[in-house]
């Protein structure tokens, strides 16, 4: 039995796919084996070395270490980056709609900025605001997401807003919407719903962006990971690398899970105000034909 797209595979493809598939389960297991013996041979599952997180060495508690972990540097890493995705949003929704001005003399130059900012790496714009502007390190660093992100927005709204098919447009212009009207009231609340997944995607890279602030000198989640090893000693570095990791991970899948969400949200809106204007119509039509 075939699909529209392709044909259903034969017997020895299955079998062939069954048998890579098994080489490649094999050798990732493999691959995790050895990773965990070269681990053990160093003692990096030592029950004695993560108590680094229960009863820490130095004087120190166990309410030191995780305040520096979640409250100074994944709250540092969530100041940054909240402060900066807010204004990466604002900023490429603005580029968005001027680059698809009918005007040259705006579309072509927001073009150039955008594509300009989009070769730049973040770490070199946070130095550019720290050095350059002379901004404090903290704002140095929101520079450097928002400058950089806000152009990989504009982008993705722009390539939303093309998506969309004309008839939306020309159903606006048809009952009396101006250009900016039909801009930011019917093409751009589309878009975002359709772009969601890649505006997700891009708010997971700004966040782990804030990463390269501890390079200027920022203390973010990454910068006490790094602390914390130096003042303990780097036989924690492995303890300390996956607690970070960890946290890395929960958080980016609660920022994932939370997009789901609205998007689900979103399309059963949607499909609700289509099925409520279907039935308002077929009840219009029934009783046109009653009273005919």
Do not use: C
């Not at 039995?1 to 389960?25: C, K, N, Q």
């Not at 966040?207 to 602030?213: A, P």
């Not at 920022?218 to 036989?235: D, K, M, P, S, V």
């Not at 899970?257 to 105000?273: C, D, H, P, S």
Request: net charge positive.
């Amino acid at each position: 039995m075939s699909s529209i797209l392709y044909d259903a595979p034969g017997p020895r493809t299955r079998r062939r796919t069954a048998i890579w598939s098994i080489v490649g389960a094999v050798f990732v297991l493999g691959v995790l084996f050895l990773a965990y013996r070269q681990l053990d041979s160093r003692d990096q599952w030592d029950p004695e070395r993560w108590q680094i997180f229960t009863d820490p060495p130095l004087g120190q508690s166990a309410n030191d270490v995780w305040t520096s972990l979640l409250i100074d540097g994944l709250g540092a890493t969530l100041r940054a980056a909240g402060i900066g995705a807010v204004f990466a949003l604002a900023i490429g929704v603005l580029l968005a709609v001027l680059r698809m001005s009918t005007s040259r003399w705006v579309s072509w130059p927001t073009t150039t900025v955008i594509e300009f900012f989009r070769g730049l790496p973040v770490v070199l714009l946070m130095f550019f605001g720290v050095i350059a502007i002379g901004l404090p390190i903290f704002w140095g660093v929101v520079f450097g997401l928002v400058v950089y992100n806000s152009a990989i927005f504009a982008e993705i709204l722009r390539a939303g807003i093309v998506s969309l098919p004309k008839g939306q447009s020309e159903a606006s212009y048809a009952i009396g919407l101006s250009r900016q009207q039909t801009l930011f009231t019917v093409l751009l609340p589309q878009a975002v719903r359709r772009m969601l997944p890649s505006l997700v995607s891009q708010l997971v890279v700004l966040l782990k962006d804030t990463s390269l602030g501890f390079i200027i000198g920022y203390a973010e989640l990454l910068r006490r990971i790094q602390l914390n090893t130096q003042f303990f000693g780097q036989r924690y570095w492995f303890q300390f690398f996956v607690v970070g990791a960890a946290i890395y991970i929960a958080v980016n899948f609660t920022l994932s899970r939370i997009a789901v969400y609205l998007e689900r949200r979103g399309t059963k809106k949607a499909a609700g105000g289509v099925a409520k204007a279907d039935d308002a119509a077929i009840g219009g039509t029934t009783a046109t034909g009653v009273s005919m």
